[in-house]
């Protein structure tokens, strides 16, 4: 018959041993000769072939129930050949010829025949035991004997004796699955209950059925070897099975757990990305506000808010961004490292949109300060048009007072001779006096103009103030020319008037006017920014002060026409009415706006040097920022110019590269104290509302951005450096190849610019061994490579993406067929694979994560609830959409 125990090892087995107890003693040789003639005696015995039958149908039916079937009788049930064809299918996993379904003998017999045939087939031998045999059963036994070693009263050294207790079928069940079994409640002089222990166990939770009764071993001198080898193989496949899927899972878990990591950080980015976009979105529309207000004070609480802005709230802001390219690029290596598609963000979060939005936000940020600044100004220069308006209206108002009645008057109808050229005369200075008015009413039109063009707050009542001193001007001119008709008419019945107080009249007029005008001017307001602009207004007043004395000679000429024409009129006992009849300036008048102008002058030469102080202090304020400022600036570039040779000529092991850059990072931040310094004389400037220095090039706001600039890209030299770590130690690249592939870079990176055009990075590739050349098929490879370092076609390869290629050209990776080869050895071979086989074999999480992202399985042989693990594997390594 055939040797189906040794037919049915699918292991392999190693060398014999001598055994694993001390009870192994004795040769090989003295127990074979004691097995020859036990199994002599056994051929003989009734009982024995009956327990043979019995384990062979327990054997068959063990492989018959996959396919929904058993036997009762070896002898009836395998006559027509059909269901022993079917064990053969089952156990080989093929599939045999078609049988014969006729009732007649020749068809059974020729089923039959297929089945040998195809027993044949396969090498197996179907008469006695062969030396591969023999291997087998050393193998079998030796298994045993290693797994058995730790138990107590186990001592493995056949299989018939060694198994009567019952104690090493236990054993083997407690070594692979300890929950199953209590071995330290089981006793040796218990044999029974130790079998039927065991058998009902492997029935119930390792599905090995039943092959022979507890009772038939015990009450066996010797039992059937081959009926317990039958059964222990069984053991072993179960477990061999067990311990398969164990590995599976593991790799599954593995896969998993870099899977999850890996969504992880994509949170994080998401997050970080949304909260910075949603900050930029939220402070572009104030800084991009440009309503004006209507007072200084208010434009300068804006400045306070932009300062509080830049130096409060931004910085915070530029490191989130930092952090975020950096956790960017690292997330990107694992994700290669660990043979992941690139991570690719969600619409508008990806990095080049923040950099986009800061690039607005900064645009957005320096037009504001601008228009903050050049408003201010503007202001400033309304408040003085507006001050300068009100006091030349003022002035002129007070002049016209009285002159519309004044014109109007009708006194020359009953006036004498010498009134009526009194009046002439007075009506001749009043026309010079409005002609010397005109300029001032120009004045005030223009200064209402430039209001108006300035966009001033209250140009309306400016307006309508500049209306009525313009229709009162008109009005006065009409009235002038009218009056001056009507003297003139009676003037030839008139005769001349006093010449000497015309003559007074006439000087004194313009005289006055130009005290007034020197009084305006001495009380009018000035804005200056440099020392230059102090000292012009300084000079002029000098220059101003020079003629004081010409004007005091003619002030004491004017005031003797006056004592003059009092002591004619003495002399010729003449009335004088009191004043003037051609002017209403008096000499009391003359003398108090003189004393007005002395006292004025000193006031004036007061405020011109507190201005001078002023600007001074302004002018060191310029200067020390400007210091300071022109040493900071320059340390900045140079530091950046060496960050640059760092990068391209770092030499050592990658991490002495990184400790050399986060020393470097350390001295950079430990300059920031310089910064600071800057920073407040900068304040001070600010506050001294100076608006330019010519002592300098840079304002903080190029020291400000050089310096994001600097500690940006340290930091992203650093992490650079560091994914490169990540990269050789994930990948195993040596230090030697990581050096060998900077050194080739930077030999074809002829400008040092940190990347390599197409031909130098062929040339590179060639210096490596690489077969690029110029022929078809080596433009095929290169062509090929370059897809895959420059996959967005910019011309240009980063060293970053050359140590990506090269690595994955020098390592191995996990892939999605080895994820799927897994899967199927947790699935028993099933093309599917069920919620309750992954909570069994993987841990609770993992086996939850799987479950939440597995699609149904929609093929043939689907059954309820079957989940396809092969669309899911081949998603994870980004070859299809999960």
């Excluded at 004795?26 to 020859?36: H, K, L, R, T, V």
């Excluded at 059974?108 to 023999?134: H, M, P, R, Y």
């Excluded at 010797?222 to 222990?232: F, L, Q, W």
């Excluded at 040097?609 to 310029?622: A, C, D």
Aim: include cysteine.
């Amino acid at each position: 018959m055939v040797d189906y125990h040794a037919a049915n090892q699918s292991y392999q087995y190693g060398p014999s041993s001598a055994g694993n107890g001390a009870g192994g003693g004795g040769s090989m040789g003295d127990y074979m000769a004691q097995e020859d003639d036990w199994d002599r005696d056994l051929l003989l015995d009734p009982a024995w072939e009956k327990q043979q039958r019995k384990t062979f149908t327990a054997w068959c039916n063990s492989h018959l129930r996959k396919a929904g079937t058993q036997i009762e009788n070896i002898d009836e049930d395998f006559r027509d050949g059909l269901k022993l064809m079917l064990l053969l299918e089952v156990i080989s996993g093929e599939r045999l010829p078609k049988p014969e379904r006729g009732k007649m003998r020749v068809h059974k017999i020729n089923n039959v025949n297929k089945a040998l045939d195809f027993i044949a087939s396969k090498g197996v031998k179907l008469v006695s035991i062969g030396a591969e045999e023999t291997s087998a059963k050393e193998g079998l036994l030796l298994w045993c004997q290693r797994k058995t070693a730790p138990y107590k009263n186990v001592n493995v050294q056949n299989f018939h004796i060694s198994w009567k207790d019952g104690l090493a079928f236990n054993a083997l069940i407690h070594r692979h699955r300890p929950e199953l079994i209590e071995y330290d409640k089981l006793r040796k002089d218990d044999p029974v209950t130790n079998l039927n222990n065991a058998f009902e166990v492997a029935e119930k939770y390792l599905d090995i059925p039943k092959m022979l009764d507890a009772e038939d071993i015990v009450n066996t001198a010797r039992p059937d070897e081959k009926a317990i080898m039958t059964y222990v193989s069984s053991f072993y496949h179960a477990f061999s099975g067990a311990q398969k899927a164990e590995t599976a899972a593991n790799r599954i878990c593995k896969v998993l757990a870099v899977n999850q990591e890996n969504e992880h950080l994509m949170e994080d980015y998401e997050k970080l990305a949304s909260d910075l976009l949603e900050w930029i979105r939220r402070t572009i529309p104030w800084l991009e506000d440009r309503v004006p207000q209507k007072t200084i004070q208010e434009m300068q609480q804006k400045l306070e808010d932009f300062r509080d802005y830049r130096r409060v709230h931004k910085p915070p802001k530029v490191q989130e961004k930092c952090q975020l390219e950096i956790n960017f690029n690292t997330l990107q290596t694992k994700l290669r490292l660990s043979n992941r598609p690139a991570f690719m963000p969600s619409e508008g979060k990806m990095v080049s949109d923040i950099n986009n939005g800061w690039q607005h936000l900064e645009q957005a940020e320096k037009g504001y300060e601008e228009w903050l600044l050049n408003e201010i100004r503007r202001l400033e220069r309304l408040d003085h048009l507006a001050e300068k308006f009100r006091q030349k209206a003022s002035i002129h108002e007070a002049w016209t007072d009285g002159k519309e009645a004044m014109l109007k008057h009708r006194d020359y109808e009953t006036a004498t001779l010498s009134d009526i050229k009194a009046l002439i005369r007075k009506h001749e200075a009043f026309e010079s006096d409005l002609a010397a008015h005109q300029d001032r009413v120009e004045q005030i039109a223009a200064i209402a103009q430039e209001l108006n063009e300035l966009d001033y707050y209250d140009s309306h009542n400016v307006n309508t103030r500049c209306q009525k001193i313009c229709d009162q001007w008109d009005a006065l001119g009409s009235l002038t020319h009218s009056r001056r008709e009507a003297l003139e008419k009676t003037e030839k019945q008139l005769e001349a008037i006093d010449q000497l107080h015309l003559e007074y009249a006439k000087r004194a007029a313009p005289f006055n006017n130009w005290m007034e005008s020197a009084m305006e001017d001495l009380q009018d307001m000035f804005i200056v920014h440099t020392i230059e602009e102090i000292e012009g207004l300084i000079s002029a007043h000098d220059q101003f002060k020079s003629t004081l004395p010409d004007a005091d000679r003619e002030r004491e000429a004017i005031l003797a026409i006056h004592k003059e024409a009092q002591r004619i009129a003495e002399s010729n006992h003449i009335k004088l009415s009191g004043s003037n009849p051609y002017t209403t300036v008096t000499p009391q008048i003359i003398n108090s706006k003189w004393e007005k102008v002395q006292q004025l002058v000193p006031k004036r030469d007061h405020a011109l040097l507190e201005e001078q102080s002023k600007q001074q202090s302004n002018e060191h304020l310029r200067r020390q920022f400007a210091s300071q400022a022109n040493v900071v600036g320059p340390w900045i570039q140079t530091k950046m110019e060496e960050i640059g040779r760092i990068s391209i000529e770092m030499n050592g092991t990658l991490e002495d590269q990184l400790s050399h850059l986060k020393q470097y990072e350390r001295s950079i931040v430990d300059y920031k104290p310089n910064l600071d310094l800057l920073e407040q004389q900068h304040q001070l400037i600010q506050e001294a509302l100076i608006f330019d220095n010519k002592h300098t090039n840079y304002t903080m706001e190029h020291i400000r951005v050089g310096w994001e600039q600097l500690l940006t890209t340290i930091a992203r030299t650093i992490n650079e450096v560091e994914n490169q770590i990540l990269t050789r130690d994930a990948k195993g690249i040596s230090q030697e190849q990581m050096q060998e592939f900077r050194a080739s870079f930077n030999h074809f990176d002829k400008d040092h610019g940190g990347a390599l055009g197409p031909e130098e990075f062929k040339a590179c590739l060639i210096s490596l061994g690489y077969d690029v050349e110029n022929d078809r098929q080596g433009e095929a490879e290169f062509n090929r490579i370059m897809s895959l370092v420059d996959p967005n076609h910019s011309g240009l390869v980063t060293f970053q993406a050359f140590i990506d290629f090269m690595s994955r050209e020098t390592t191995d990776t996990d892939t999605a067929d080895q994820v799927i080869a897994s899967f199927k050895v947790l699935a028993g071979d099933k093309n599917f694979i069920t919620a309750e086989e992954l909570r069994r074999e993987l841990p609770p999480d993992q086996a939850e994560y799987c479950i939440a992202r597995m699609a149904p399985y929609q093929g043939p042989d689907a059954v309820p609830g079957a989940l396809d693990y092969k669309s899911f594997s081949t998603a994870l390594y980004g070859e299809s959409d999960l």
